[in-house]
């Protein structure tokens, strides 16, 4: 066996005029070396080579080039790694105990080459075509910050500590083009995912999009293609909001005076904010500066009104950053770039799919026939003294300026081929709607209603179409009023001595992410979520208790271990005989009701296998009740993302998701008081952006979208709306979705505002009764 380098190329897609050239590149060794492998491990060990060589940007705050964590390489398990260290290609070093990959300088001389082959290849005045012109001038480094020129956040940051994280989480259209931008240039080849790893810090920082060292050629390309006058207006557009921004970080946390100080354009700035402040603060003087522009200094005489004030101006900035910069065109899913030996022809965006007629036989009077359960006795009473009312038509206000996402929900007559459509209802006009997540950013849900709106019955039909479509499902249920009506059903009621639990201590040798300390600090953090008057130093005492049992049971960090189980009864035994009164007082309910212990385990696996899974737990007291779903809902989450993230670009739909979870009163899970430095994190805010990246899709429901704070909504693509109980609810819905009060007060049982980027639409689920599932 002998494999050609030349042929090896060709099949990895570069032209056959530049293959030669490319060849000559590999020292004679190297090429003999790869003689000895299959053409497609020699793919695989290029491919391996060009991956490091572009991921190791992502290591080094500086942008240096510093290596690529190990984690990273997705073939470090297995021969390309050991072949590329064979031949001198690459090298390892450790920074704070990481391992971390970069190519040596014959790596480099290699890769160098193939990559500007694929770099040339790209279409850029195409591909700056479909890019809104704010992302290449953004990109480009007209503003300073983390990510730029090396690394792009594969999901919204989660702070906004750098300019580039505020500009994306306050503008979620500019998100989208950024991150289809750097989809479109890794299925080219010119990009790659990677851990963000900060080697000064010693900590990942997730993972991201990163570029090659010649990353500055597609900018430049795609600078060229924009019209100078856009450019320009989108370089003083963000050149205005850094400004702002650094003045604001510097007057909030002290950062960034040497800044503050060196640039003109700043210190203007900061006069002109301290303008805003004369109220709370004295301004000492006006220190000279060589360019004319004087360096304010002041000091604080009312420190409450002073951030009140800060924090009206930050909220001004951010409305300006949501008019200014915002994306009024659908964003089309990425599509890979064809071959590299090809002129590359971008697929225009797509147009929505045509809306058929019903079938003659569901007609207009059937709409109002179909009576939810909340409403049956209701109606029974009113028939004789009137018709039923008939739905109030709702025309939709102008949309908003949001990103669109396309196709997000399909109003047609049948599935399309390859989807993952699930039935919702129909339109005003008898257009049926099918909810698409897997086209969407995220499957995430939330369902808002007051009693009798016929949110239960929504939720009960979403469970069955997924079930039906053999997805598995999990309701969490606080009041035992959710279970679908049809379908495949497992149910566990938790209860006092009940036959069902989990057990949140528990290990598992397959799941090395929940260690003994991992899970003792989740149970610590769960039980100071739902009895926040316990005090710091009690959270301590119940942490080392915790920890001596695990000691004492045999069970330490090492995973041979972990095939052994902490009982929760001597967990109880040293808990109860505390010195410290006040811990069993809080925690005796917990063992009262036998809540982590009991006959039957519930099994993860048999959950994640298909069917629906419903958690009943209106039999426990409220405080236990959140407190077992809180620690479940943890128990899930490390299970998935022991099985890894979704890998990016899956086009089946189906495939981007393992569970679907539903939580009913979903705001006894939320934070909230999310703005707070001291809060502590309830476990949807914990996990809301990371679940989607394992597979799972949230639904939640609630009454007002009060419930939800800023954090959760960023990450919630799909928002319904239905019928308020009383104006107060009204008031507070009908200002999130744009609709008049009297609307959502009007609206009948299962009738709703469904409203996703941009798009919305008036919608009536069609209940089980009107299903054959």
């Not at 031949?87 to 704070?96: F, K, P, Q, R």
């Not at 090396?150 to 919204?156: G, V």
Request: proline share 6%; hydrophobic share 40%.
């Amino acid at each position: 066996m002998s494999t050609d380098l030349t042929e090896a190329l060709k099949a990895m897609g570069y032209a056959d005029a530049g293959v030669h050239t490319l060849v000559e590149s590999f020292p004679p060794a190297v090429v003999e070396y790869l003689r000895d492998f299959r053409l497609q491990e020699v793919r695989d060990i290029v491919e391996t080579l060009l991956y490091i060589y572009i991921a190791q940007n992502s290591a080094s705050s500086r942008g240096e080039g510093e290596g690529v964590v190990e984690q990273s390489c997705y073939a470090y398990t297995s021969g390309p790694l050991f072949a590329l260290a064979q031949v001198d290609l690459i090298e390892s070093a450790s920074w704070h105990g990481t391992t971390v990959i970069r190519a040596t300088s014959a790596g480099e001389a290699i890769a160098r080459p193939l990559m500007e082959a694929r770099l040339r290849a790209l279409d850029i005045r195409g591909l700056a075509r479909e890019i809104h012109e704010v992302v290449p001038a953004l990109l480009a480094g007209t503003v300073k910050g983390s990510y730029i020129n090396k690394t792009f956040p594969s999901a919204l940051p989660r702070t906004e500590e750098t300019f580039v994280s505020f500009l994306l989480n306050n503008s979620p259209g500019l998100f989208l083009e950024c991150e289809r931008f750097a989809a479109r240039l890794k299925a080219a080849g010119c990009a790659v995912l990677a851990y963000a790893y900060d080697l000064d810090g010693s900590r990942a920082d997730g993972v991201v999009y990163t570029f090659p060292p010649e990353f500055a050629y597609i900018l430049k390309g795609m600078l060229e293609a924009i019209d100078p006058g856009v450019r320009e207006h989108y370089d003083m557009l963000l050149e205005s909001f850094y400004s702002t921004f650094t003045v604001l970080r510097y007057l909030a946390c002290g950062e960034d005076y040497d800044r503050i100080r060196a640039s003109p354009a700043h210190r203007r700035e900061l006069s002109r904010v301290l303008s805003l402040l004369t109220d709370a603060i004295y301004v000492l003087e006006q220190v000279p500066q060589d360019d004319g522009v004087d360096l304010a200094r002041f000091i604080v005489k009312d420190r409450n009104l002073y951030e009140t004030l800060l924090r009206d101006i930050e909220r001004a900035l951010m409305a300006e950053v949501a008019e200014k910069i915002f994306i009024d065109r659908p964003a089309p899913a990425a599509e890979p770039l064809p071959p590299l030996h090809e002129e590359p022809s971008f697929v225009p965006e797509e147009t929505p799919a045509p809306v058929s007629a019903l079938p003659a036989e569901e007609d207009e009077d059937e709409w109002d026939e179909i009576v939810f359960p909340e409403e049956e006795e209701e109606a029974a009473e009113e028939e004789e003294e009137t018709e039923m009312p008939i739905p109030i038509p709702i025309t939709p206000p102008p949309a908003p300026r949001r990103a669109a996402v396309s196709a997000p929900v399909r109003a047609t007559e049948s599935h399309l081929s390859g989807g993952f459509d699930i039935f919702l209802g129909h339109t005003q006009d008898r257009q049926r709607v099918n909810w698409s997540p897997g086209q969407l950013n995220n499957g995430h849900m939330i369902i808002l209603g007051g009693s009798g709106a016929g949110k239960t019955e929504t939720i009960r039909c979403i469970a069955s179409e997924l079930a039906a479509q053999a997805m598995p499902v999990v309701l969490i249920d606080f009041h035992g009023d959710m279970a679908a009506s049809n379908g495949d059903i497992r149910s566990y009621k938790i209860r006092e001595g009940g036959q069902y639990y989990f057990n949140p201590l528990e290990l598992d040798p397959e799941i090395d992410e929940i260690t003994p300390l991992r899970a003792t600090s989740d149970f610590v953090d769960a039980i100071s979520i739902n009895f926040p008057t316990l005090g710091i130093q009690q959270r301590r005492k119940i942490k080392n208790i915790i920890k001596d049992c695990y000691r004492m049971s045999g069970i330490t960090g090492n995973t041979e271990t972990w095939t052994r189980v902490l009982d929760f009864d001597d967990i109880e035994g040293e808990i109860m005989s505390c010195e410290d009164e006040a811990i069993p007082a809080y925690l005796e309910d917990i063992f009262d009701y036998k809540l982590f212990s009991g006959e039957e385990k519930i099994s993860l696996p048999t959950i994640l296998s298909g069917g629906i899974t419903h958690i009943n737990l209106n039999a426990l007291p409220e405080n236990l009740r959140y407190l077992f779903a809180d620690l479940f809902l943890r128990r899930i989450y490390y299970t998935l993302q022991a099985t890894g993230e979704i890998p990016r670009g899956t086009e089946d739909e189906r495939a981007k998701f393992r569970l679907f979870v539903i939580v009913d009163e979903a705001k006894l899970l939320v934070s909230q008081k999310s703005g707070s430095k001291t809060a502590i994190k309830a476990v949807l805010n914990k996990y809301a952006t990371e679940m989607r990246k394992f597979g799972v899709s949230l639904i939640l429901a609630s009454q007002l979208i009060a419930h939800f704070n800023e954090e959760i909504l960023a990450n919630i693509a799909v928002k319904f709306c239905m019928r308020s109980e009383n104006k107060k609810q009204a008031q507070e819905n009908a200002k999130f979705f744009e609709v008049s009060e009297k609307d959502l007060l009007n609206f009948q049982p299962g009738e709703g505002i469904l409203i996703i980027g941009s798009e919305k639409m008036n919608v009536r689920i069609v209940p089980a009764s009107g299903r054959n599932l």
